[in-house]
């Protein structure tokens, strides 16, 4: 597949990616949450993956 040229808000999904993966703890439990709120779990970050940036980022593509 090809990224679509006409998609410029392509860096947009990757920033959002990053700023997730920034607050993924690998130490907390799918059961815990962070003292201060703000870390998530990596049940959330596959979720939020799978649910929200591969249906935006596939919206973009094309076959070759």
Avoid: H, W
């Amino acid at each position: 597949m090809q990224l679509n040229p006409k998609y410029f808000g392509f860096t947009k999904i990757i920033s959002d990616i990053y700023a997730d993966i920034d607050t993924f703890d690998p130490d907390l439990g799918n059961s815990e949450s962070s003292i201060y709120g703000i870390a998530i779990t990596e049940e959330y970050l596959r979720i939020v993956v799978k649910d929200d940036y591969l249906p935006r980022i596939s919206a973009y593509c094309k076959e070759s």
